[in-house]
């Protein structure tokens, strides 16, 4: 029995995974997956497959990868499936084929303790808050126990942490083999691991920060991998065009400059003027920042930069403002040149300073245009930016670059299976026609991938309805979000909770959350709000409230995909508006310009599509498993009173319409009961409400 039939045995009826896992069903969609991703594994090429909710897509390709014994990247879009995957699926999997395969966890630096920093941040980290005080103290007792140095060992630490800079290090400030920790830095251990590991969980941001930079990690691992595999692959080009561009912040000038009064003074006190320099780099961003603000007229926005100067800043001042920002950097880098003998830490910040003069050079010069796009950001920490309006030429020439190492391998090598490496991209999510073109054109795939589209094998029809509220305020009145609060109380407090509210603004979701918490004080029901608590925490409590802790959670942004909430604990979901792309957005603006340039419309090529893959993707927290039922509020009437709404619609599963708010409490009373099911006379066809 080869490989690939040994995948179809064990997905089959007594397979290998129904005795290990009494619960497990098997799915012929899920089958047909399987085989197509071992297809691939044994030929090579390229595959693109949408697997809808509930198909068992990471067993899919699980199960061949294990079974073939080649060597493999697995990249996912976050670090929560990054940890799934790794903690629970491979060794479950592992155990149910009775399987030894050499598995590795890889992150970027920021996801590990580093010891080095540890050691520093509490003789250094003086501005830091009583809350983050606290939690570095419990860094320390758990730094002396463990093996990994993975911060996601550590629940109560939130990713957005203000310790986390302190305790972890960066490409900038890492100093290498010249650290005293370098043997045991859990980094570096991290990486060990991973060069000699069949398969390897990586995450997208950590692959293309690796191949942008060539830094040590995942550009090592390829050359010798047989075959890469992207899930959550609809994150890919969003995320990938991060890492195509350059980018230049006030953040990192001021890291750069507390950082050089710090290791200035440690190491070569009295050499140079450290406090001076420091003081005059804050001084010269902070009227930098200041005067943008000011020629902006806005204190948060994106700006367009078509011409020498982003819009509405004047170009000659704004050359003078960059030109000073360089001449500063010069004089920085000159003392650091001076003085970088005497410690590994100056001479490292002397590299970076000279990279950070790089950026800000070409960032001075006129853009490339063509596939590239500029903005400026103004707010909190003002960037500067330019990236590619697609990742499909560095995806292509990253494919091709790897090609030939895994030929010549394979050649080399007898029993591998394939003289040429596998590319498997697949999520729920990648497009809205049968050639997935949303996805293949922007990633450059079209011609070369085969594409496979298995649905979901959920009933819809028979476990969820959705709603759209009538006589709200319109989606662009600012009185909408407040208004929808106002709406929801009696449908949350009919259904008890068990509610999941996305919003698509943080300005939105503040008003939701203030609503709902003054509307439902004295109810019983909680309203956990995003932003109050880590992620991890608040979809703990979450899943407790189908019991005696009945709660709401209002969201925005990462809580629109990647959250699996099976059960009764969420029965309801409400998406507050529509979710088309920001329309002054950059990206969005030159990716319409560069469509209007082709001859075509970028409303439907481009906002349609791109808005109904968002709707796709947040709708798809309400169905998690065969047993679940629920409903989708779809709270703006433009659904049903403009002419997209049908094409918006059609992007979603086939599922009944609630005519009217009589019959949405209706429903939400049906799941209450003990059979807790959506009745019948309560819903039309699984047609558009007219």
């Not at 983050?132 to 463990?146: P, Y």
């Not at 085969?450 to 649905?455: A, D, E, S, T, Y």
């Not at 989606?475 to 709406?487: G, K, T």
């Not at 469509?595 to 109904?612: M, S």
Request: aromatic letters at 6%; proline letters at 6%.
């Amino acid at each position: 029995m080869t490989w690939l039939d040994q995948v179809t045995a064990a997905l089959g009826p007594g397979g290998a995974l129904q005795q290990a896992q009494p619960g497990f069903q098997p799915r012929s969609a899920q089958l047909q997956l399987a085989q197509a991703v071992g297809q691939v594994l044994q030929e090579g090429g390229v595959l693109v497959a949408e697997a809808g909710t509930g198909v068992g897509k990471t067993y899919a390709y699980l199960l061949p990868v294990l079974l073939s014994a080649q060597r493999v990247i697995l990249s996912t879009a976050t670090r929560n499936l990054q940890d799934q995957l790794f903690t629970r699926d491979l060794p479950r999997l592992m155990k149910a084929l009775g399987l030894s395969r050499r598995v590795a966890l890889l992150k970027g630096r920021n996801s590990y303790l580093c010891t080095q920093r540890l050691s520093q941040a509490r003789r250094e980290a003086h501005h830091l808050d009583d809350q983050a005080w606290r939690q570095l103290a419990q860094v320390e007792h758990w730094a002396q126990g463990t093996r990994t140095g993975d911060l996601a060992e550590l629940p109560e630490l939130d990713d957005v942490s203000p310790l986390i800079p302190w305790i972890t290090s960066t490409r900038d400030n890492c100093l290498g083999t010249r650290c005293a920790g370098w043997q045991a830095c859990h980094v570096n251990e991290a990486r060990r691991q991973a060069l000699t590991a069949d398969l390897v969980v990586v995450n997208h941001h950590l692959f293309f920060s690796d191949q942008q930079l060539r830094d040590a990690g995942v550009a090592e691992l390829l050359p010798s991998r047989q075959a890469v595999i992207f899930d959550e692959a609809h994150r890919l080009n969003e995320i990938g065009v991060q890492f195509m561009g350059r980018q230049f912040s006030a953040r990192s000038w001021r890291r750069l400059a507390t950082e050089l009064l710090d290791e200035g003074t440690r190491w070569a006190r009295g050499f140079q003027p450290w406090p001076e320099l420091a003081s005059l780099m804050e001084r010269q961003m902070r009227d930098f920042e200041t005067w943008v603000a000011a020629a902006a007229r806005r204190p948060e926005a994106r700006l367009q930069w078509l011409g020498l100067s982003p819009e509405g800043l004047e170009a000659t001042a704004w050359q003078q403002r960059l030109s000073g920002l360089q001449a500063l950097l010069a004089r920085v880098h000159q003392a650091l040149t001076l003085t970088q003998e005497a410690a590994p830490e100056l001479r490292r910040l002397a590299q970076r300073t000279d990279e950070l003069r790089g950026v800000l050079t070409s960032l001075t010069q006129a853009g490339e245009g063509g596939g590239t796009v500029r903005w400026l950001e103004t707010g909190r920490h003002t960037r500067l930016l330019e990236v590619p309006l697609h990742i499909a030429e560095h995806l292509q020439a990253l494919m091709a670059a790897e090609s030939s190492p895994a030929q010549r391998e394979a050649e080399l090598t007898p029993g591998l299976a394939s003289p040429r490496p596998a590319w498997i991209f697949t999520s729920a999510t990648l497009g809205l026609d049968e050639a997935l073109s949303w996805f293949t054109q922007p990633c450059g795939l079209g011609d070369v991938a085969q594409v496979l589209r298995v649905g979901s094998p959920f009933d819809y029809a028979r476990q969820a309805a959705w709603h759209v509220p009538e006589g709200l305020p319109e989606a662009q009145d600012p009185d909408h979000a407040w208004a929808l609060s106002q709406w929801l109380l009696a449908p949350v407090r009919q259904l008890g909770g068990r509610t999941l509210v996305l919003a698509t603004s943080l300005r939105a979701l503040g008003e939701l959350a203030k609503g709902l918490q003054e509307g439902l004080q004295g109810s019983g029901i909680e309203v956990l709000v995003q932003g109050q608590g880590s992620r991890r925490r608040l979809l703990e409590r979450f899943r407790q409230g189908d019991g005696e802790r009945p709660c709401v959670l209002v969201a925005s942004g990462a809580f629109w995909e990647g959250v699996d909430v099976p059960g009764p604990a969420l029965q309801m979901l409400v998406i507050d508006k529509l979710p088309f792309p920001v329309p002054d957005d950059p990206l969005v603006l030159a990716r319409s310009a560069a469509l209007k340039a082709q001859g075509r419309t970028p409303f439907q090529d481009f906002v349609l599509p791109e808005t109904a893959m968002a709707l796709k993707q947040g709708a798809g927290r309400l169905i998690r498993s065969e047993h679940d039922r629920g409903v989708l509020v779809l709270a703006d009437e433009r659904l049903l009173q403009r002419s997209y709404g049908a094409r918006l619609l059609a992007a979603l599963p086939a599922m009944p319409c609630l005519v009217d708010q009589a019959a949405l409490m209706q429903a939400l009373a049906a799941l209450r009961s003990p059979e807790g099911r959506l009745t019948r006379s309560s819903t039309t066809d699984p047609t558009p409400c007219s």
